[in-house]
């Protein structure tokens, strides 16, 4: 069955300091991979989608690519801020509903 | 526009009962769905429907219900709760969803369920 592991539960950084985080896939291939991010009590808000012929894709401070061969996507966040503190999802999709990660959190310490 | 709403925002139940949680959206979007997300599980997949009148299954259908009258409207009916149901529930929305188009999912604030 599918499988998506992202690479831990928690990333404690630095103010500044580029935030990396990473996303396995097993037994799939998505068309795309997207990126969201929860922050408590809330839902979680669409971020980024990259397309399995892209090998990159950059939105203001954040950056995904996407390497099919791996099986694997790399979201970085530059320049980090406390306020990028959050729970960050990976989601896996094709002909098959969106498979989601468990979520790495993320806490940028000033 | 209100994107999507999802009503209560929190609900006790007792073990047997049956509740409807509501998700309605006013983006026109055909595809909804339904997860539920309990620590160290992340977000599974309970129902989907691609359109008014179309409902599938997900990874963790049992114990739940869902139709789809309109575009709007996609309540999640628990028939007899059980404590394991105890969760967060999302509902989310997005337009056609298919092959490689690959669209943004919307998602509601959630309902917050406690099974006793």
């Known amino acids: 069955s599918q499988k998506i592991e992202q690479n831990s539960e928690a990333l404690n950084i630095q103010e500044g300091k580029t935030a990396t985080l990473t996303c396995n896939y097993t037994n799939y291939s998505p068309a795309y991979l997207q990126w969201y991010r929860q922050d408590p009590g809330r839902g979680p808000v669409f971020l980024l989608l990259?397309?399995?012929?892209?090998k990159e894709k950059r939105k203001e401070r954040l950056k995904v690519t996407f390497d099919t061969t791996l099986k694997q996507s790399l979201f970085h966040i530059t320049a980090s801020q406390p306020a990028d503190s959050a729970t960050y999802l990976c989601a896996l999709g094709g002909n098959t509903p969106l498979v989601f990660g468990k979520g790495t959190r993320l806490s940028v310490i000033a | 526009n209100a994107g999507v709403t999802q009503t209560p925002k929190f609900q006790v139940l007792k073990t047997g009962q049956s509740m409807t949680l509501q998700c309605a959206q006013d983006m026109n979007h055909e595809y909804m769905s339904w997860y539920r997300q309990d620590p160290g599980m992340g977000l599974r997949l309970i129902h989907y429907s691609v359109g008014a009148g179309i409902t599938d299954q997900g990874e963790v259908p049992n114990g739940y219900n869902v139709s789809r009258s309109t575009t709007e409207d996609f309540p999640l009916r628990l028939l007899s709760a059980a404590p394991s149901q105890t969760s967060v529930y999302f509902c989310?929305?997005?337009?056609?969803?298919?092959?490689?188009?690959?669209?943004?999912?919307?998602f509601g604030p959630g309902t917050r369920l406690t099974v006793t």
């Open positions: 990259i397309r399995e012929n892209e």
């Open positions: 989310a929305s997005s337009p056609p969803h298919s092959g490689s188009g690959g669209y943004e999912q919307y």
